[in-house]
């Protein structure tokens, strides 16, 4: 790939929208970068990525967007120690199954990996959330449901070079009820460490792209804390709404492509 102006401004554009938009809702952002990866350079007449290397250059910009992510939310109060320990361990052993397995795969599986995975989290997403807010230092959940849910999508994730956030958030909601702040800042935490895994699945795999990634991590840092800063101000209610209509948004594009 030639290193033109243009193709470097498109992957920092794609990789500073996507990691501002993570650090708002608390997602590792791709769920947002996978199908700008994939459709944006084309469309502008660049070389197509394979969804090998999308899913390798997401795992690595996801790892360095939610270290940015997580040190905005350090004060915050909001990330729950024993929430980020119980899904974090789990997840971070699925997502390196998964990021190593994901070789062997051909690019229609990981499409239609990253298209179940974003389905469910969209349906999710618009189911009731029963968590009270402002009951953080009370805060219950279920651990053993906490880890088997993180396991399966650390390995579903790492698939797809993800860290799962796009998932853990809606379980964290509608099957955990924890409160929505809180379950953002500490799926930042739990994305951070699944990150682990599936990047050091990618580059054992040999699918990692060095410009690319090194590109999609400057944008990174620079965009998730903003967007993590302006998170912490917004209404609840407003989060929510970014998160789903983000998600759903994905489902239709990826699915629609699939069935054609």
Same mark, same amino acid.
């Given at each position: 790939m030639d290193l033109d102006f243009g193709w470097l401004l498109t992957l920092f554009a794609i990789g500073f929208?996507?990691?501002?938009?993570?650090?708002?809702?608390?997602?590792?952002?791709?769920?947002?970068?996978?199908?700008?990866?994939?459709?944006?350079?084309?469309?502008?007449?660049?070389?197509?990525?394979?969804?090998?290397?999308?899913?390798?250059?997401?795992?690595?910009q996801v790892f360095f967007a939610t270290i940015a992510g997580v040190f905005a939310y350090r004060k915050s109060g909001l990330i729950n120690?024993?929430?980020? !320990?119980?899904?974090?361990?789990?997840?971070? +052993? $699925? =997502?390196f199954v998964g990021g190593y397995g994901s070789k062997f795969l051909p690019d229609s599986a990981i499409n239609l990996t990253y298209a179940v995975l974003a389905l469910v989290a969209a349906i999710m997403m618009f189911l009731p959330k029963k968590g009270q807010e402002g009951d953080y230092a009370k805060l219950q959940f279920n651990k053993l449901i906490a880890g088997l849910s993180a396991a399966v999508v650390g390995i579903l994730s790492g698939v797809v070079g993800a860290a799962g956030a796009f998932i853990?958030?809606?379980?964290m909601l509608v099957v955990l009820k924890i409160p929505t702040r809180v379950a953002i800042a500490s799926? !930042?935490?739990?994305?951070?460490?699944?990150? +682990? $895994? =599936?990047?050091?699945?990618?580059?054992?795999?040999?699918?990692?792209?060095?410009?690319?990634?090194i590109?999609?991590?400057?944008?990174?840092?620079i965009g998730s804390p903003i967007g993590a800063k302006i998170g912490q101000k917004l209404n609840v209610k407003v989060l929510q709404m970014v998160l789903a209509l983000l998600i759903?948004?994905?489902?239709?594009?990826?699915w629609l492509d699939i069935l054609s």
């Open positions: 929208i996507g990691s501002f938009i993570s650090g708002m809702v608390g997602i590792g952002g791709s769920i947002i970068k996978y199908p700008m990866l994939l459709y944006i350079p084309p469309a502008l007449g660049f070389v197509a990525f394979t969804a090998q290397e999308v899913s390798a250059v997401s795992a690595v120690k024993h929430l980020v !320990l119980y899904m974090g361990i789990p997840i971070v +052993i $699925g =997502s853990t958030v809606p379980i799926s !930042l935490a739990i994305t951070f460490i699944s990150s +682990i $895994g =599936s990047t050091a699945g990618k580059v054992m795999g040999g699918h990692m792209l060095l410009v690319p990634s590109i999609m991590v400057v944008a990174s840092i759903t948004a994905t489902v239709v594009k990826i």
